[in-house]
């Protein structure tokens, strides 16, 4: 069975430090990799996503994410991180090949001082 | 235009009974989602459609659980002989669903809480 991992439940950094969010996917074929992002009290934001080619991906507010497939990872990036970001971040991976139904990982809460 | 609205925002409801939970997805999009989000079991997929018809019921938990979309827009999913366990935050989301459509838009969500 498919599953994704995000080994880390919450993480602090100071405002203006770099960012690294780490997600982990097992999966038989390369699977549609998403991070979402979940301010309080709102839904699901879409930061990036990957579906093939080039490994490095760009996405909104500065995020970035790298898929390795010798590693499995799918892992989130900011070089210099802002009080805003402050949030829970969710990776996830498409079953169908199509988005009709992602599995998420557990979310890494991000906690940002001052 | 406006995004996924979901109503209501909070529930507070019994044991054993009822509950409906509305979705209205953006203006277009076919493809409509509900997921629930729980503190032991994160964010699980429930139900996916495509216009009316719900080709992936896997994820719903139980016979206690259904779905419909009629008109191709708004949805309902309603929850029967409501259980403490079906507490948690149900998230709606919706797309353009052709292909290369890949963008899942969620709503805010309905809290729904069981006592």
């Known amino acids: 069975a498919q599953s994704v991992t995000q080994p880390d439940i919450h993480i602090t950094v100071s405002e203006g430090a770099s960012l690294e969010l780490r997600c982990n996917y097992s999966y038989g074929a390369t699977p549609y990799l998403f991070w979402y992002v979940q301010s309080p009290g709102q839904g699901l934001q879409l930061l990036l996503k990957y579906f093939s080619g080039d490994t490095l991906v760009q996405g909104i507010k500065g995020f970035e994410a790298e898929f390795k497939r010798s590693q499995s990872s799918f892992n989130l990036r900011k070089p210099s991180v802002h009080w805003s970001d402050a949030a829970e971040y969710f990776c996830?991976?498409?079953?169908?090949?199509?988005?009709?139904?992602?599995?998420f990982g557990s979310g890494t809460q991000l906690t940002v001082l001052p | 235009g406006a995004g996924v609205s979901q109503s209501p925002s909070n529930k507070v409801t019994e044991k054993g009974k009822d509950v409906e939970l509305r979705c209205d997805p953006i203006?277009?999009?076919?493809?409509l989602y509900w997921y629930r989000q729980s503190l032991g079991q994160g964010l699980e997929f429930l139900i996916y459609f495509q216009g009316n018809s719900a080709p992936d019921k896997s994820g719903l938990p139980s016979d206690r659980f259904s779905a419909e979309r009629t008109g191709g827009s708004v949805s309902t999913l309603t929850i029967q002989r409501t259980q403490q366990e079906d507490s948690a935050v149900y998230l709606c989301?919706?797309?353009?669903?052709?292909?290369?459509?890949?963008?899942?838009?969620f709503g805010p969500g309905t809290r729904l809480t069981v006592t």
């Open positions: 203006s277009g999009h076919t493809a």
């Open positions: 996830a991976v498409d079953k169908s090949g199509s988005a009709r139904q992602l599995t």
């Open positions: 989301a919706s797309s353009l669903g052709g292909a290369n459509s890949y963008e899942q838009y």
